[in-house]
């Protein structure tokens, strides 16, 4: 049963972590960070991510101005660069690390002791990378319900709301999280190498001909 589940769970932990660093990558350059509904004007929707500005039209045109400088941004959104930028590298690193690990990698077949450590270390990197991840999604998140619910600012000033890519991040860390527990959780399984299979058959196969010889008719 080991022999089948242990590829399977080591499978299902590099895809769920692939997919959550996918998704981090594209939190990091997605535009929607904060959206902006002006009352005055419902055609014309603004939206901040981390490195752009951009004003999204009813017609379906969307223009996008750089941030000039970044000492000139928000805390959050310098902190949040820098946090997403650090899990994009762990979250790779952590891919290259766990892919020469994995059982079904003919390679470094031998040395199971430094494939487990490979796969321990990736694992490690990715539970790292989805908390990097979540931390700077949840820290912009938590400053624009602030902001939103800041009574000294007057009613009639729009107001910043959440956006798809806060959503995108936190599925991103999540994603990052469970597949590096996945594959910590095969290093902990019961572990069937190919040499003992090949012995346990050798020995049912002996056994076969030991009773078909007991149990022939003699002439």
């Not at 700077?136 to 959440?162: C, G, K, L, N, Y």
Request: proline content about 4%.
């Amino acid at each position: 049963m080991a022999l089948v589940y242990r590829p399977m769970m080591q499978l299902s932990g590099i895809l769920l972590s692939l997919l959550g660093w996918v998704l981090s990558c594209l939190t990091t350059y997605l535009p929607q960070w904060k959206n902006l509904n002006l009352e005055l004007n419902e055609l014309e929707i603004w939206t901040m991510g981390l490195w752009q500005a951009c004003v999204v039209q009813e017609e379906g045109g969307m223009q996008c101005k750089d941030f000039d400088s970044f000492l000139a941004l928000p805390p959050e959104l310098r902190i949040s660069r820098i946090l997403m930028f650090f899990s994009n590298g762990l979250g790779l690193l952590g891919l290259l690390l766990s892919g020469f690990g994995l059982d079904c990698l003919k390679i470094g077949e031998r040395q199971q002791e430094l494939k487990k450590r490979l796969l321990l270390f990736g694992g490690m990197l990715f539970w790292i990378s989805g908390i990097t991840a979540i931390v700077p999604v949840s820290w912009v998140a938590h400053s624009t319900v602030q902001e939103f619910w800041d009574e000294s600012i007057p009613d009639i000033v729009p107001r910043w709301d959440f956006g798809e890519a806060l959503f995108v991040g936190w599925l991103a860390g999540f994603c990052l999280i469970l597949g590096g527990a996945l594959l910590n959780c095969t290093i902990c399984s019961t572990e069937v190498h190919p040499s003992s299979v090949h012995y346990a058959v050798v020995e049912l196969q002996d056994q076969c001909q030991h009773l078909e010889t007991e149990t022939r008719p003699e002439n």
